[in-house]
């Protein structure tokens, strides 16, 4: 239960010293919080600072990117016996977020990590209503870790619980991976026990804050790593879910053409192999739209070559 041992929050930032004292002030809605460790990666706006003054201890490294900065942090609590609460730089709690998240552990005895259900604020401040469907996701499967590796669970590294005990078994985030690290890490912290997760929200996501799913230049990492972590786990994938993760794979497919076209940058070949003989495994096509952008992306780069 939450409590029972020193709580740190953890927030890794990079370039984030216009939100992080926000992220910081988080602290006051954390009954018994050890301490605020920001895990400055690298950053040359001032973050590490801006975050001190917030109230915050500080972690420096060089920009390793953040399952680097997460892991030094977890390393860091693992050996003070303390319990970890992630959150992103430009999100924020709410008041209410331990008190769910020790709900929430309470109706999964055992439960290996706690994942907090988040609303988003969208540009502007205004905030989307709906309720992230995490929860539901996460009821239907009977608090099953291969909850984690479904399209239709979106989670987030931010606003996820970690007991001292996760921590101590050594569980980590693969350094290896940009995007999908988070679904990755939950699946693999929670294989031998459920999971939990807040029946409410518990963090506001703040968008447009420069997250790298606002970067179409990254689209074929989004492509690469949904693959890597489809064959990585693909075994561990509840039987009946090929059409979920075809559609999911088929949306980083097109993504990845129309941002090629965009950029006129030239289609990676194998890569675009990998996908559509992944896609067919799943009894699935690209579809026609997708492989118009590919068409038109790859005359793009050839007439930019002419």
């Given amino acids: 239960m939450i409590g029972v041992r020193p709580l740190w929050l953890v ?18 809605h954390l009954p018994g919080v050890g301490r605020v460790v920001v895990v400055d990666d690298g950053s040359t706006d001032g973050t590490a600072e801006t975050a001190r003054a917030a109230g915050a201890d500080v972690i420096a490294q060089a920009n390793a990117g953040p399952s680097a900065a997460r ?3 977890l390393d860091a609590a693992a050996a003070a016996g303390a319990d970890v609460l992630l959150l992103d730089a430009d999100d924020e709690l709410l008041p209410a977020c ?6 929430a552990m309470g109706r999964r005895p055992g439960a290996r990590v706690a994942i907090a259900a988040f609303r988003r604020v969208l540009p502007g ?30 989670l987030s590294a931010s606003g996820l619980y970690l007991p001292h005990e996760t921590l101590e078994s ?53 492509l690469s790593d949904c693959l890597a972590f489809l064959e990585r786990h693909r075994e561990a994938i509840p039987p009946g879910n090929d059409s979920r993760l075809g559609a999911a794979l088929r949306h980083y497919l097109k993504r990845y053409a129309k941002a090629s076209l965009r950029l006129r940058r ?5 890569l675009w192999k990998r996908a559509v003989e992944r896609l067919r495994s ?10 118009r952008y590919q068409l038109l992306a790859s005359a793009a780069t050839v007439l930019r070559v002419f």
């Fill in 266 to 270: 030239p289609i990676d070949r194998a």
């Fill in 71 to 73: 892991n030094a942090a």
């Fill in 170 to 222: 050594g569980a980590r985030f693969d350094t290896s991976l940009r995007t999908h690290e988070d679904r990755d890490f939950v699946y693999r912290a929670a294989r031998d026990g459920p999971l939990a997760c807040t029946d409410a929200p518990a963090i506001l996501k703040h968008e447009g804050h420069g997250q790298m799913t606002g970067d179409p230049g990254l689209a074929g990492v989004f």
């Fill in 282 to 291: 799943l009894n699935e096509r690209p579809g026609w739209r997708t492989r």
């Fill in 98 to 103: 331990v008190e769910r998240l020790s709900a």
């Fill in 125 to 154: 401040g205004r905030e989307d209503d709906r309720l992230e469907p995490v929860w539901s996701v996460l009821e239907r499967m009977g608090g099953s870790p291969s909850a984690a590796l479904l399209p239709d669970c979106p």
């Fill in 11 to 28: 927030i890794p930032a990079f370039n984030a010293a216009g939100t992080v004292a926000r992220a910081v002030g988080g602290r006051v």
